[in-house]
């Protein structure tokens, strides 16, 4: 007995995926795509813990203050050390120890003078290039940055503070002490005036002197 009944083809494999399933009901289809990744994103402006990347060229008042807090601070100590000195001076003049007369008063002046330059200098050298900061600066919130945005070496902040040791020329016998007092003056106003006429970045001759340093407000 023949079997009439034919079985249905098999289906076509070539055209099994050819065409996309039909959409769900109310739906359609959405390409999905990652999520943005925010981790490397950062403020404009701001670098990841790059030193330099924040602050603003200091305006001259606030450089200003920050120095005359500076220059308070070491009278303090350098009127100490002088009146140690002096004192020290005349009772070894008395005790026929350290000298007599005008050589004891030259001798502790020109001791007072190297002394207090050399700790001004160093003040001011040491606190730049290992902060970035002398004590006037913490108090305005101002900070010295060196040419490349980091702190100053200290060859940079011996020479952006080297018209505060014009006081040595105080050694000088009789007119010293006005000597120093107008060549510190002149240095002073030079660097006002620099500092002022620099719109851009604030940088007096002092900063142009040690490569181009620069004063910044941080706060």
């Known amino acids: 007995m ?9 289906p076509d494999e070539t055209n099994q995926y050819s065409s996309p399933p039909p959409p769900p009901p109310g739906g359609s289809y959405q390409s999905a795509s990652p ?7 950062q403020p404009m402006g701001q670098s990841l813990g790059k030193p330099g990347s924040v602050g603003q060229p200091a305006d001259l008042m606030n450089r200003f203050l920050a120095r005359l807090i500076d220059f308070v601070l070491l009278a303090i100590v ?4 002088v009146s140690a000195i002096i004192v020290g001076a005349f009772m070894g003049a008395d005790a026929g120890g ?13 001791v007072t003078a190297l002394l207090s ?48 040791a ?5 050694v ?34 002092h900063d142009e002197f040690a490569g181009g340093t620069s004063v910044v407000k941080v706060g």
Request: glycine fraction near 10%; proline fraction near 6%.
């Open 2 to 10: 023949s079997d009439s009944t034919q079985n249905p083809p098999p």
């Open 35 to 41: 999520a943005p990744d925010h981790s490397m994103s």
């Open 78 to 81: 350098n009127g100490v050390l």
């Open 98 to 110: 350290f000298g007599y007369g005008a050589g004891t008063s030259l001798a502790a002046s020109a």
């Open 117 to 164: 330059a050399a700790i001004s200098l160093c003040y001011f050298a040491y606190l730049e290039s290992s902060r970035g900061q002398t004590v006037g600066k913490m108090l305005l919130k101002l900070e010295t940055r060196g040419p490349g945005g980091g702190r100053p070496t200290m060859e940079q902040a011996l020479k952006r503070n080297a018209f505060v």
């Open 166 to 170: 014009l006081g040595v020329l105080a």
């Open 172 to 205: 000088i016998p009789v007119l010293g002490w006005l000597l120093s007092s107008l060549a510190q003056l002149a240095a002073v106003i030079m660097i006002a005036v620099t500092i002022n006429n620099n719109t851009a970045t604030r940088r007096g001759w």
